[in-house]
């Protein structure tokens, strides 16, 4: 088995083919970095991963004179590392023989740390100390690694560099140009990932800068991923400079509700406002991006129009009605709406709900009556599914990088499962859309009302009893008896599954505003269950109820790691 | 755990003598401290007739200072926000105005309110400021008629500033040697 050496530490690395910094991570050991990205092609342009080579061979190891970039250098068996951390060994592990001409002249280590210190003093020579004003401050890369690898004092004793900031870069991203110190990881994300090319670096040496053609401004539609992957605070999200102090907000591990592909997302949120969403890597969702409507499509969250409280339509007019009298009410009517005509009665199950919800509200309809039939609600789909890396006519190209799906709600798959399993069929809404009908359970959740005003007919006929639970008013709300607030993919905890039948568990990053519940604690409570949900204890009993979901345990959520795309 | 008899130290009562048991030089001693301080310079301050003159590192009314141009000095930058033990410092930031841009002013406070009822007068907020925008000032007397008016904002702590620098009771600096660079136009500009 093919074996190489960190810091004295032995790891087999199989066929893989790795670099010193995979190696060094496969060990335990960091090497810090910022132009190498796991999906990104190989520059060593930071020179911030400089670690120490060499080769074991009949039981001697040579190492190399200078120090090595280590995202550029290829490890292979008898492959030896020593990162500028090898004082920090584990010194259980035997010392390997080390060639004493070699760490006569440096201590093993000393030479890796000296240029890593060098390097960062290099990159900071025109990067200015705008810290305070800076939105990266608090997760930049250069401060972190100037805290831990660099000098505390700068030498500059000449005037810095300061070219002037783009702020015409793209209408959602801003250059801060002084700020960059030209890892072009952003240049290489718009050639190899988007495949779109915006971006390119124009001047040399000193006056390098991260630029865009003529007329030619960074808009496509995974531009936001170089914000996350700039690692200093040189391109800054429009949508979110200034908004917040990093330190502030409160990251839980999401899944985007934008699209069927169900991207891995941190949400980023203070004091139940969420402020940022961000990708994490995943490989078995998306891999490390996620597009702009993901990205920027939380606004719907936050929006002055949602609904906020349960409302019930008095002589035309929308009231605000109270849960504790409303609940016993609906349970009321729906309890009657079954016993005259219990065919007639349908509960629109939305795309958008968790996989929880979706179990607890069809148990509590299929619970009034067998004869009750629950609904698969409209799933809105628009236009293809949009491939990238484009060319430069804007044409799809293979391999395929990222994929936009055309259907834009997350949960189509996980729904439909829970319906076959409770009525053994799915029944799409548009084949009860223009029966008359006598009651309907209307749940929603649509982020974007224009989606769902355009699949609901326009000669649909409005039941005599209709609940509409949405966040927005849309067709549907405007001729219901009953208004429930819904709530966002933030302000709940859930299951999500995507188009490859993936399922992923999220967390909740806010509370749902004012007087809204979460449509698993409103079946709960329809249910005629006590006390508040434990969405844990639901996800067990679905696992056991629907074969589907028999791998979902409430472990399947994965850790939160702080790691960067 | 009781308390063990070795760890126990008796003292007896002094014995009073004649002389002592009089109780006249004790007397004497009180009223000598009594006649000294009516011959004495007078301490008692009439407040608030006669206003006191505070030390200038005194920890009284905050106020945010300008810059040369007679801007607001704050980059909103949230330190002092952060540093806040009370939570008393809601700030709002935005985008510098275009013209405040030209001298590498990149974000300002657009709004900037101070709770002063549920501020301690602690001082962290001027340590923590990195430009030095934020300070307290020697004004103690602080009152109002209702709770809304001692909530400060922007233009109030701004005249402040007015009213002290007028008045010649500018606090002493926190700290020593020139302010951080965000606070410092940059070279070319000046």
């Keep these: 088995m093919p074996t190489v050496y960190v810091n004295d530490k032995p790891v087999e690395i199989g066929t893989k083919r790795l670099n010193c910094v995979q190696v060094a991570e496969l060990a335990g050991v960091f090497v810090p970095h910022y132009c190498w990205h796991e999906a990104l092609s190989v520059v060593a342009s930071c020179r911030m991963c400089l670690v120490e080579v060499g080769d074991l061979k009949d039981g001697k190891v040579t190492m190399q004179s200078k120090v090595l970039p280590g995202c550029q250098t290829p490890v292979k068996d008898g492959t030896v590392i020593v990162t500028g951390e090898y004082d920090k060994r584990d010194k259980s592990l035997p010392v390997l023989p080390y060639d004493p001409g070699y760490t006569k002249i440096a201590p093993l280590g000393d030479r890796a740390k000296k240029s890593q210190a060098d390097t960062l003093e290099g990159l900071l020579i025109n990067h200015p100390l705008d810290c305070p004003v800076c939105d990266k401050a608090g997760e930049c890369k250069l401060q972190d690694f100037s805290y831990k690898y660099g000098r505390s004092e700068s030498r500059m004793v000449d005037v810095k560099n300061t070219p002037p900031n783009k702020p015409q870069l793209s209408s959602k991203i801003t250059l801060f140009t002084d700020r960059c110190i030209m890892c072009t990881r952003c240049v290489r994300f718009t050639r190899e990932i988007s495949g779109t090319a915006e971006l390119y670096v124009s001047g040399r040496g000193h006056h390098e800068e991260i630029d865009v053609f003529p007329g030619r401004p960074l808009e496509n539609k995974l531009a936001g991923n170089v914000v996350d992957l700039c690692p200093v605070g040189a391109l800054g999200s429009k949508d979110f400079l200034y908004k917040q102090r990093v330190w502030y907000l409160k990251t839980v591990d999401g899944v985007c509700n934008r699209c069927s592909t169900g991207c891995s997302t941190y949400v980023d949120a203070n004091k139940d406002i969420v402020y940022r969403i961000r990708g994490r890597h995943n490989p078995q969702a998306q891999g490390h991006f996620i597009c702009d409507e993901g990205r920027y499509g939380y606004h719907h969250a936050n929006s002055g129009e949602r609904f906020v409280r349960p409302m019930l339509k008095t002589e035309g007019k929308f009231k605000p009605a109270v849960w504790s009298s409303l609940l016993p009410q609906l349970k009321q009517e729906f309890g009657d709406a079954v016993k005259t005509n219990a065919r007639g009665t349908v509960a629109v199950l939305s795309p958008f709900l968790t996989v929880e919800e979706a179990f607890l509200l069809g148990a509590y309809f299929k619970s009034l009556s067998n004869d009750v039939r629950l609904v698969m609600g409209p799933v809105p789909v628009i236009g293809e599914n949009d491939t990238y890396p484009k060319n430069t006519r804007g044409e799809s190209v293979e391999p395929v990088q990222f994929t936009i799906r055309g259907e834009k709600a997350p949960n189509r798959i996980g729904v439909e499962a829970v319906l076959n399993q409770l009525q053994g069929e799915v029944i799409a809404f548009t084949s009860i859309a223009k029966e008359s009908l006598f009651a309907m359970w209307f749940s929603g959740g649509y982020p974007d009302k224009s989606h769902l005003d355009a699949l609901v007919p326009t000669d649909w006929k409005t039941p005599a009893l209709l609940v509409a639970q949405d966040l927005l008013p849309t067709i549907i709300t405007a001729s219901a008896q009953y208004i429930l607030p819904a709530t966002t993919g933030f302000e709940k905890d859930g299951t999500f599954v995507n188009h490859a039948n993936y399922m992923q568990t999220f967390g909740r990053a806010a509370r749902p505003p004012q007087e809204a519940r979460t449509e698993l604690q409103l079946a709960f409570d329809l249910l005629g269950r006590k006390g508040l949900v434990q969405p844990d204890a639901i996800r067990k009993e679905l696992a056991k109820a629907v074969p589907f979901f028999g791998a979902l345990a409430p472990e399947t959520r994965i850790a939160l790691e702080t790691a960067q795309v | ?190």
């Design chain 2, 1 to 190: 755990m009781p308390i063990a008899e070795s760890e126990v130290t008796w003292v007896q009562e002094t014995k009073l003598g004649l002389w002592e048991q009089l109780y006249i030089p004790a007397l004497i001693d009180g009223l000598k401290t009594t006649l000294g301080h009516m011959v004495s310079r007078k301490v008692t301050e009439q407040y608030p007739e006669q206003e006191p003159k505070m030390p200038l590192n005194y920890r009284g009314v905050h106020r945010l200072n300008r810059d040369a141009a007679g801007r607001v000095k704050c980059v909103a930058c949230y330190m002092c926000a952060t540093a806040c033990p009370a939570h008393c410092i809601d700030i709002v930031a935005a985008p510098a105005p275009a013209e405040w841009q030209k001298d590498g002013r990149e974000k300002y406070p657009e709004t900037f309110v101070i709770d002063e009822l549920r501020c301690i007068y602690c001082g962290m907020c001027e340590e923590a400021c990195p430009v030095d925008a934020i300070e307290l000032t020697t004004l103690y007397d602080l009152t109002g008629f209702s709770r809304e008016q001692m909530v400060f904002d922007k233009e109030k702590l701004l005249s402040v500033f007015d009213t002290t620098t007028k008045a010649g009771t500018d606090p002493v600096r926190t700290q020593a040697g020139p302010l951080g660079a965000a606070s410092e136009v940059p070279p070319e500009v000046k």
